[in-house]
């Protein structure tokens, strides 16, 4: 199993940036993708970037936020990060780093380890 712990959630006015981490432990070698989920109140958990653990590194954003957020790795692979830039009201929810087995991961299903969430708020 793989512990996933995100930081670096908080309140931002809209416009402004906040990047959010997410360190890894345990069996981080079964893992082939991360990726970042949210879920705002009384909506369903939807997919916001995902990235490819393994040397290519290949990315993939859901469409609400290509060209404002980027998600990264560092170099030891232990960390996964997102940054987020211009950030609207839109945007706000509580944000979830996931694991997933398989290389290519954008769905829900695909991912099986799941962090505690961090809130991101952003007013208007």
């Known amino acids: 199993q793989v512990q996933l712990v995100e930081s670096g959630g908080g309140l931002v006015q809209a416009g402004g940036s906040l990047r959010l981490s997410c360190t890894t432990s345990?069996?981080?070698?079964?893992?082939?993708?991360m990726g970042w989920f949210r879920q705002a109140p009384g909506k369903e958990r939807e997919f916001v970037a995902a990235?490819?653990?393994?040397?290519?590194?290949?990315?993939y954003y859901a469409d609400s936020v290509k060209g404002r957020f980027t998600i990264s790795r560092s170099v030891a692979r232990t960390t996964v990060y997102l940054q987020m830039n211009s950030l609207e009201p839109e945007d706000t929810a509580v944000y979830y780093c996931a694991a997933a087995a398989m290389a290519y991961a954008t769905g829900l299903r695909d991912f099986g380890s799941w962090g505690q969430g961090t809130q991101v708020t952003v007013s208007s």
């Open positions: 990235i490819n653990w393994r040397s290519e590194g290949r990315t």
């Open positions: 345990g069996r981080t070698f079964s893992s082939r993708a």
